[in-house]
T-cell receptor
Framework: AQTVTQSQPEMSVQEAETVTLSCTYDTSESDYYLFWYKQPPSRQMILVIRQEAYKQQNATENRFSVNFQKAAKSFSLKISDSQLGDAAMYFCAYRSRLSGGGADGLTFGKGTHLIIQP | DSGVTQTPKHLITATGQRVTLRCSPRSGDLSVYWYQQSLDQGLQFLIQYYNGEERAKGNILERFSAQQFPDLHSELNLSSLELGDSALYFC???????????????FGPGTRLTVL
């Protein structure tokens, strides 16, 4: 079974600064997806960014980018120019890409609470 | 708005009772997933259905069951409820199909279950 670990329960950053959230995972599979989800106080789950394990290039979405280190099984999220609206819980998630039978439920980490200081 | 709807938004019940949570997926999506978010367990995958058939089971208790109907909506049934079942239950949907094709999961707003 796969596991996802987020070692930072809470992080704080000044508005307009850069912050990096950490995630490590454990799997015996070679082909998978990794995701960062954002959960604001509304509780809605919002996909921030995804990374395919077979791609060496790190994914980027506007101010959000990842540092994917496959050998180290590390997948961190960098948020540049932090904004007040970025305040939320951030979850790292894993999904198999070649699981049998088309099963593709997500495995989540415990989350990191990101606080933005004005 | 993700296009996934869940009813009810809130549910308060007593221990030992049975409840049913409902989910309508986005138009065109064939896969439905159920997740539980609790303080103790975090966010965990419960079960997945694809076009009416069970496709994967996660950490779903035997007291819980789900089904997906011909119109593709899904219901999660929780019985013999315990205090620890209090949680936010999310439904998500995707086009589904082959796992090597990326299909984003779109989450509904969740149903907040409180067991007293």
């Amino acid at each position: 079974a796969q596991t996802v670990t987020q070692s930072q329960p809470e992080m704080s950053v000044q508005e307009a600064e850069t912050v990096t959230l950490s995630c490590t995972y454990d799997t015996s599979e070679s082909d998978y997806y990794l995701f960062w989800y954002k959960q604001p106080p509304s509780r809605q789950m919002i996909l921030v960014i995804r990374q395919e394990a077979y791609k060496q290039q790190n994914a980027t979405e506007n101010r959000f980018s990842v540092n994917f280190q496959k050998a180290a099984k590390s997948f961190s999220l960098k948020i540049s120019d932090s904004q007040l609206g970025d305040a939320a819980m951030y979850f790292c998630a894993y999904r198999s890409r070649l699981s049998g039978g088309g099963a593709d439920g997500l495995t989540f980490g415990k989350g990191t609470h990101l606080i933005i200081q004005p | 708005d993700s296009g996934v709807t869940q009813t009810p938004k809130h549910l308060i019940t007593a221990t030992g009772q049975r409840v049913t949570l409902r989910c309508s997926p986005r138009s065109g999506d064939l896969s439905v997933y159920w997740y539980q978010q609790s303080l103790d367990q975090g966010l965990q995958f419960l079960i997945q259905y694809y076009n009416g058939e069970e496709r994967a089971k996660g950490n779903i208790l035997e007291r819980f069951s789900a089904q997906q109907f011909p119109d593709l909506h899904s219901e999660l049934n929780l019985s013999s409820l315990e205090l620890g079942d209090s949680a936010l239950y999310f439904c998500a949907s995707s086009v589904g199909g082959l796992t090597y094709l990326y299909n984003e999961q779109f989450f509904g707003p969740g149903t907040r279950l409180t067991v007293l």
